[in-house]
């Protein structure tokens, strides 16, 4: 049996242990061939050297995550370990691993997992992108995050955001107020993004003199849509229809995000979702982008990623 010992050189080694050892738990878990024994900064492990080799690798990839971040949750520490996100993949710097925008009360927005930062890299290099994963991904967030670093930068005049509105069959009618009222309830994840990137009174400034329109799917129809930013979410919940429609809207000097769950489609069944339809038929379309992201890109609750592999079996 060999030993390998990890000074914790951090102020609070329960940033890596957990209080309790909630955290050292998860890592034990991880390794059940090794025995681990944490006293004050240090973390001993006790086993053969190759699971010695891959724990200390693993272990120095988790430090470098606290560095850089300041923070490491569970599910941090479970999509690191995770036999689906290699550490020298997942966790490498590169250009696309820089700060995407400075948001409100110091927040620094910043791709969080690989798929992320594939996210930022792939619609640097081309003009259409399609986003597509389950809950909690952080594909929405990192869409209005990007849409508003081209906006600071002057890169674009204006952001667009749009989503189908399936559950009121885009017929907003009987609902109070006007139509920003109506659809507000459907764009909150936007407005949450939007809000942790933009001071409030900035935000209601761009929104009142159109430099961010919201607006719902049916209105883009008959539109060109130059120098801007558009963000389509849930892009399952449209109809092909619907979705050649909205692609065909791309005017000059803009950027498309096409965010959505396909295993979340809303529509009746007998109308095949046009998110869907548009991946089969646009992946391999030269300045077209698509990303897949996955459970191990999950940055909420680490209960979700357990949600989404039970149902993914199911």
């Not at 798929?115 to 640097?124: D, F, G, I, T």
Request: glycine letters at 8%; aromatic letters at 6%; charged letters at 30%.
């Amino acid at each position: 049996m060999h030993e390998l010992e990890i000074i914790i050189n951090l102020p609070e080694p329960t940033v890596l242990l957990g209080i309790r050892g909630a955290k050292l738990k998860i890592i034990r878990q991880s390794f059940p061939k090794l025995k681990l024994v944490a006293r004050g900064n240090s973390l001993k492990a006790f086993g053969d050297q190759t699971d010695l080799d891959v724990f200390n690798s693993k272990i120095s990839t988790i430090l470098a995550h606290i560095e850089k971040y300041n923070q490491l949750t569970e599910n941090d520490i479970e999509r690191i370990l995770g036999p689906q996100s290699p550490h020298d993949e997942d966790n490498k710097d590169t250009g696309s691993d820089a700060v995407i925008v400075y948001g409100n009360s110091g927040i620094r927005v910043k791709p969080r997992t690989k798929n992320q930062r594939l996210m930022v890299s792939r619609s640097e290099k081309d003009d259409m992108l399609f986003a597509v994963g389950p809950a909690g991904t952080g594909k929405t967030y990192t869409a209005v995050a990007l849409a508003v670093r081209a906006l600071k930068k002057k890169e674009v005049r204006r952001i667009i955001l749009t989503r189908p509105a399936v559950e009121a069959g885009e017929n907003l009618g009987f609902l109070p107020g006007d139509m920003k009222e109506k659809l507000d309830p459907y764009m909150m994840p936007l407005y949450d993004g939007l809000r942790d990137m933009i001071h409030h009174e900035k935000l209601e400034e761009y929104i009142e003199n159109g430099t961010i329109e919201v607006a719902p799917l049916a209105f883009m129809r008959g539109r060109t849509l130059d120098n801007a930013f558009v963000i389509l979410d849930e892009a399952q919940n449209t109809t092909v229809q619907q979705m050649k429609m909205f692609l065909t809207r791309m005017g000059k000097h803009a950027k498309f995000i096409i965010t959505g769950d396909v295993t979340q489609v809303d529509l009746p069944r007998h109308q095949k979702s046009g998110l869907i339809e548009g991946l089969e038929r646009l992946s391999d379309v030269e300045g077209i982008s698509v990303v897949r992201l996955t459970a191990t890109d999950v940055i909420r609750h680490r209960l979700v990623k357990k949600i989404i592999e039970a149902f993914e079996t199911d």
